[in-house]
């Protein structure tokens, strides 16, 4: 089976510009999270969805941040305008609520590097 | 709003011995789970060990065991027999399991123990 799919793993912008990320979770996962992960930091999460409802974006900034989950699988990550200190790793994750465990599975990251 | 810390940033230990690394937290509620995660340089980040806060049997896999003590809101993390795959960075975290919360679900981490296996 497939594990949780990013895209790209890499990227590398100009300040100002826009940037989006991908996350495939692992099929028949309903619950998608978005994290940041600064450098030689825990990684905080941004956004949690449950299916296609994002249930808690409290600290996600919305000014310059947004994201989505069409149909309750994708999702992407936007940042608009990029800044200097959006340099970091962008985690995305899946789990299944209902499952014993209700453990949360983790793609490789996108790091993103803004110049 | 729960913390997680962990006091040492970085740990070393010989091929074959044995390490612990320390999490401490701080929470109001009391049905949670913790959870030590492992992070290689390939930036997976990867289950190692997970603990219900009602259990009071520490839990065990193979050569990871926990200390799991909840009134001192202390979860350390024992690595037997260490192997030099067991190089990354280490994450203690902690979930609620209040279901009635927006923060159902949520992982919080600590800042991270970078553990390096010497040959």
């Known amino acids: 089976e497939a594990g949780v799919v990013q895209s790209p793993r890499y990227k590398i912008i100009e300040k100002k510009q826009p940037v989006a990320f991908w996350c495939n979770p692992i099929s028949g996962h309903n619950t998608l999270y978005w994290y940041l992960q600064n450098l030689g930091q825990g990684p905080e999460l941004l956004i949690r969805y449950e299916n296609e409802e994002a249930v808690d974006d409290s600290q996600l900034p919305k000014d310059r941040f947004s994201a989505e989950r069409l149909k309750g699988v994708d999702s992407t990550l936007k940042i608009q305008p990029a800044e200097l200190g959006d340099s970091a790793v962008y985690l995305c994750?899946?789990?299944?609520?209902?499952?014993?465990?209700?453990?949360?599975?983790f793609g490789p990251g996108t790091r993103l590097t803004v110049l | 709003a729960q913390t997680v810390t962990q006091s040492q940033p970085e740990m070393s230990v010989q091929e074959a011995e044995t390490v612990t690394l320390s999490c401490t937290y701080d929470?109001?509620?009391?049905?949670?789970?913790l959870f030590w995660y492992k992070q290689p340089p390939s930036r997976q980040m990867i289950l190692v060990i997970r603990?219900?806060?009602?259990?009071?049997q520490n839990a065990t896999e193979n050569r990871f065991s926990v200390n799991f003590q909840k009134a001192a809101k202390s979860f350390s993390l024992k690595i037997s027999d260490s192997q030099l795959g067991d190089a990354a960075m280490y994450f203690c975290a902690y979930r609620s399991e209040y279901a009635g919360g927006t923060s159902y679900g949520k992982l919080t981490f600590g800042q991270g123990t970078i553990l390096t296996v010497h040959p």
């Open positions: 603990q219900e806060a009602y259990k009071q």
């Open positions: 994750a899946s789990s299944y609520r209902g499952s014993s465990y209700n453990e949360q599975f």
């Open positions: 929470t109001s509620e009391s049905d949670y789970y």
